[in-house]
Every structure is written in structure tokens, then in C-alpha cells.
């Protein structure tokens, strides 16, 4: 007696593996659950997502079913026909949309930069210099300009003064960001108080400035060369 329930328990599992199956063969979109529940009722789901017909063929399959007693509203008949003429059609379904990658901002380049410069570039003394205020006084200056972009392409080593106070370390530089990613983040400082008529930074520039590799001692002595107030 005991194998009867054990028989009856591997068959249940069989069906619900067998329905799972026949679930998992039919492609995902819109009207797929109708097709489960009015078709599944009366025919082996494999049987629908073997066929490949057209949109006029389907209908009039969905026809012959309501004559055999199938009951659909109008709005659950319509999304049966759209969803077997689209995904089970004699044309494979269209490709989903490639997703766009969503645009960076320079405020988001600058996540690299807020560890060591703060977020509002701020600074963190006496190990890291401030950047907000000092970049405008760079941007004064003759050279300035271009040596703010090497810094940030290739890093900085050795003494320097900011706003009156010595700094001594070694910054990295970012070569590994993209020419695009650069020229947002060197935007980005613009943004907190560039001289007027100052020209934005743009990826054909860094692409250009990488053409002349730097070493951080060597963008050191450009800073050097600079009439820093």
C-alpha cells in the first residue's frame, strides 16, 4: 500500500516538471500567460511553440478553438493573437532594443578624484592640496591651463605650494580613464570658478596630450615653470 502514494507523488512531479518545461519553451513577452492558461487547458503547450504560422493562420486556429468552446473576452483574444503572431510567427521575433549606456557626468569622473581632494575639492591638509580656489589661480596664468590637464593625465611628484602651504607626495595620474572621461572631469573644475573665456577641455585634446608621455617629475617641473601668484 505504502507504494501507491509514492507512485502518485513521482507522478505529480512529472506533470509539474512536464508543465514547467512546456512554460519554459514559450518566449517571454506580453500575452505569454494567456497563452499558458487558455491553451494549456486543453492541449500539450508543446504543440503551440512547435508551430510556426502566420498572423492570419493563428487567427483562424483561435477561431476553430472558440468554435470548440473556447472562451475569450475581446481584449484576451486580441493579446493571444498579437503575442503567437509576434513570438511564434513565420518571422522570429524583433531583437530587444540595445540598451544605452547611461551618459557620465564629470561630477561622477570626480568620485576618483573626492578621496584624496574632497568632494567639493576642498582638500585634505597637510597630505592633500585643495583644489577649488587653486585651479582658478592656475587658470590665470600662462601654461596654466595645459599643465592642470597633464597633471591630471600624468600626476604630479614633489614639493609644491598651495594657498601658502607645502605639500610633498606623489599624486597618480588617470591615464587609464578615457580621453572623454578626462575632459568631463577637467570641466568639472572649470565649473568651480574658471576665468572668463577659458576654453572647455575636449577629448581631442587629451587624445593629443597623450601623444607626449609624461613622467610626474617632469609635469613637476612645467608646474615650476609657472608665474603662480
Known amino acids: 500500500m505504502r507504494a501507491l502514494p509514492l507512485l502518485l507523488a513521482a507522478s505529480a512531479l512529472g506533470v509539474l516538471g512536464y508543465l514547467a518545461l512546456g ?3 514559450l ?11 487558455h491553451c494549456q487547458a486543453c492541449h500539450d503547450i508543446s504543440w503551440v511553440t512547435r508551430e510556426r504560422l502566420s498572423r ?10 472558440e468554435m470548440r468552446g473556447l472562451k475569450l473576452t475581446s481584449g484576451e483574444r486580441a493579446a493571444i493573437l498579437d503575442y503567437l503572431a509576434l513570438y511564434l510567427g513565420l518571422q522570429p521575433p524583433p531583437a530587444p532594443p540595445p540598451v ?6 564629470g561630477a561622477q569622473v570626480y568620485a576618483n578624484c573626492a578621496g584624496c581632494h574632497g568632494p567639493q575639492g576642498e582638500g ?7 583644489l577649488k580656489g587653486h585651479v582658478e589661480k592656475l587658470l590665470r596664468v600662462e ?8 597633471a591630471v593625465l600624468y600626476g604630479v611628484q614633489g614639493p609644491i605650494k598651495v594657498e601658502g602651504k607645502e605639500y610633498s607626495g606623489i599624486m597618480p595620474g588617470f591615464t ?3 580621453d572623454e572621461e578626462l575632459a568631463l572631469v577637467l570641466n568639472h573644475l572649470l565649473a568651480w570658478g574658471a576665468p572668463q573665456g577659458v576654453r572647455p577641455y575636449t577629448p581631442a ?7 607626449k608621455p609624461l613622467g610626474p617629475e617632469e609635469v613637476l617641473k612645467a608646474r615650476q615653470g609657472l608665474k603662480l601668484p
Not at 143 to 149: A, E, S
Open 176 to 178: 587609464w580613464l578615457s
Open 23 to 25: 512554460q519554459a519553451n
Open 27 to 37: 518566449p517571454e513577452g506580453p500575452g505569454k500567460d494567456l497563452v499558458l492558461t
Open 56 to 65: 492570419e493562420r493563428w487567427d483562424a486556429v483561435i477561431r476553430e478553438m
Open 205 to 211: 585634446e587629451v587624445k593629443a596630450a597623450r601623444e
Open 143 to 150: 601654461g596654466g591651463r595645459n599643465y592642470l590637464l597633464l
Open 124 to 130: 585634505n591638509p597637510p597630505t592633500f592640496p585643495p
Open 100 to 105: 544605452q549606456a547611461e551618459a557620465k557626468t
